[in-house]
T-cell receptor, first 112, second 114 residues
């Protein structure tokens, strides 16, 4: 059974700094891993999707990496802005299993 | 191309009533997933459906909960005889024809049971 963990649960960073969010998973037979952001009281916005054959994906100031052997994924945010404040969730899909397993998220606050 | 549409946005029910939550997937998406987010908890998978078929309902409570995705119209998550513990945000997601593709989520329905 896949378990996804995100540490820390909350993170505060001054505006302009680069930061890394961590995600770890127990089952390396992962088909893809997806990063989302969730704003308070809102739905999820897909940020990046990494397939099992890929090691990283980039979109603007965001870069996500996937290391199946170590069971880890990271989301790197460059030059953070107050608008980046949100909860960031990672979720994985295993081979032969259609459903996403979510971590509990990291609540990010960017301090102006 | 509109995103995943869920309605209502907020739903208030008294204990014992029925709740019906609707989800229209993105155009061209035939895979629908329902997730539940309890306060201060992560998202938990409930059910995965394709048109007219339930593929995986391993996350659905055994009683009072049901889901459907008819040939025409939105997917419906139905909760009978609601209890206070059903209060949560219910999210729907859809993906395109290819399985294990990227999931796109709706804005959710916040169910409050009085």
């Amino acid at each position: 059974k896949q378990e996804v963990t995100q540490i820390p649960a909350a993170l505060s960073v001054p505006e302009g700094e680069n930061l890394v969010l961590n995600c770890s998973f127990t089952d390396s037979a992962i088909y893809n891993l997806q990063w989302f952001r969730q704003d308070p009281g809102k739905g999820l916005t897909s940020l990046l999707l990494i397939q099992s054959s890929q090691r990283e994906q980039t979109s603007g100031r965001l870069n996500a990496s996937l290391d199946k052997s170590s069971g880890r994924s990271t989301l790197y945010i460059a030059a953070s802005q107050p608008g980046d404040s949100a909860t960031y969730l990672c979720a994985g899909v295993n081979f032969g299993n259609e459903k996403l397993t979510f971590g509990t998220g990291t609540r990010l606050t960017i301090i102006p | 191309n509109a995103g995943v549409m869920q309605n209502p946005r907020h739903l208030v029910r008294r204990r014992g009533q029925e709740a019906r939550l609707r989800c229209s997937p993105m155009k061209g998406h035939s895979h629908v997933y329902w997730y539940r987010q309890l306060p201060e908890e992560g998202l938990k998978f409930m059910v995965y459906l394709q048109k007219e078929n339930i593929i995986d309902e391993s996350g659905m409570p055994k009683e009072r909960f049901s889901a459907e995705f008819p040939k025409e119209g939105p997917s419906i998550l139905r909760i009978q005889q609601v209890v206070r513990g059903d209060s949560a945000a219910y999210f729907c997601a859809s993906s395109p024809m290819a399985a294990n593709g990227e999931l796109f989520f709706g804005s959710g329905t916040q169910l409050s049971v009085l």
